[in-house]
């Protein structure tokens, strides 16, 4: 709607002074809007930078402690656990994934036992971290069923909720799993768990770092596009977040970020719901590797976490939580 023209109306003049943009901004950025991802690794005394995201690392959980401590020193909400599994631990059912003494059980443990509930805590529902064959569930002739798979999904979150995991998060995309993952915690005295449901998951080649991380890279015998979205479509999107909103999500995510803020766009005027984006491994390494090189500086970081607020998402889970306050210098 045009409220005036040029001379009487000029827009530039509210962009003049630093105190007048900032009274006329519309979306900021603060602690309160991330998560940060931690990924895991067995043994003692170890921090290992992941060689394909400069200034990530893996930790020990012996070595976790002071990572929480600076998260909950800046503010932030809640971290998400990813765990680098051995090889030796995994097989062709993911088993690893129903371990009682797996690492991120291990981890969920120490960290309640330690810091209560002064940060959640998000946990990954998914197999692909346990599968020698890299897929997020159980594979047959290159296929990954879809029911068979819920029915292990469904066990890797109580064993979850019970050591203590706040935000379930199903990364996996099998259909269903929300409403079977939500009446299985119901029955069993974990109503108050929330879930996350990674609702808008797409087949991405910008999760190439992560597999890495979490040691499932050069796995993958064939690709996930037969569960995964297809990066073509926008109305399945919606399609995929009103299902699992009836099924019993409390939030949903949507993954990759940056190149999908029409989608998040979309769910968010849709559904109403709260909105998470992942700004995933590839995203971060093609930002920092430019920062690295003198290429850019972290205004590219300021102004890509914007974005994600402008789209609509209420919370973002990014590699730059814990620096923010440096970022925003």
């Known amino acids: 709607m045009i409220t005036g023209k040029y001379p009487g109306l000029r827009l530039r003049r509210s962009r003049k002074n630093d105190w007048s943009r900032r009274l006329i901004e519309e979306n900021n950025l603060t602690h309160n809007d991330f998560i940060l991802p931690i990924f895991l690794i067995d043994g003692k005394d170890k921090k290992q ?6 200034g990530v690392y893996r930790y020990t959980l012996d070595k976790i402690n002071p990572v929480i401590d600076k998260a909950i020193k800046k503010g932030l909400p809640m ?9 030796k ?23 309640k036992k330690k810091y209560k509930n002064q940060i959640g805590i998000m946990c990954d529902v998914a197999l692909d971290p346990y599968t020698s064959h890299g897929h997020d569930g159980l594979l047959k002739k290159d296929y990954v069923l879809n029911d068979e798979t819920i ?12 050591m203590g995991c706040d935000v379930l998060a199903p990364s ?17 005295g974990f109503k108050m768990t929330q879930i996350l449901s990674y609702a808008v998951k797409y087949a991405s080649s910008f999760y190439g770092p992560f597999r890495d991380a979490v040691g499932t890279k050069g796995l993958l015998k ?23 909103i009836k099924e019993g999500a409390d939030m949903v995510m949507v993954k990759p970020g940056l190149p999908y803020l029409d989608i ?23 930002l920092e590797n430019g920062i690295k090189k003198g290429l850019t500086n972290n205004d590219i970081v300021i102004e890509s ?20 306050d440096t970022i925003l210098k």
């Not at 930078?49 to 400069?54: D, Q, V, W, Y």
């Not at 996996?172 to 069993?188: H, P, S």
């Open 151 to 162: 029915k292990i999904l469904i066990d890797q979150s109580l064993l979850q909720a019970q």
């Open 264 to 286: 998040i766009k979309l769910v968010k005027e849709n559904f109403k719901i709260p909105v998470m984006a992942y700004q995933v491994s590839g995203e971060y390494s093609l």
């Open 49 to 54: 930078e992941i060689k394909s995201m400069p």
């Open 79 to 87: 971290i998400a656990l990813f765990p680098y599994t051995e090889k």
């Open 172 to 188: 996996d995309m099998m259909d269903g799993r929300i409403g079977e993952i939500r009446k299985a915690l119901d029955k069993n």
């Open 222 to 244: 064939s690709s996930k596009k037969n569960y995964q979205m297809d990066f073509r479509n926008s109305n399945e999107a919606l399609r995929e977040v009103a299902l699992d």
């Open 305 to 324: 976490l914007i974005a994600f607020k402008r789209a609509g998402a209420n919370a973002i889970v990014s590699y730059y939580a814990d620096r923010l």
């Open 89 to 111: 631990k995994k097989n062709f059912i993911g088993a690893e994934a129903l371990n009682e003494d797996n690492l991120v059980c291990r981890a969920l443990k120490l960290i």
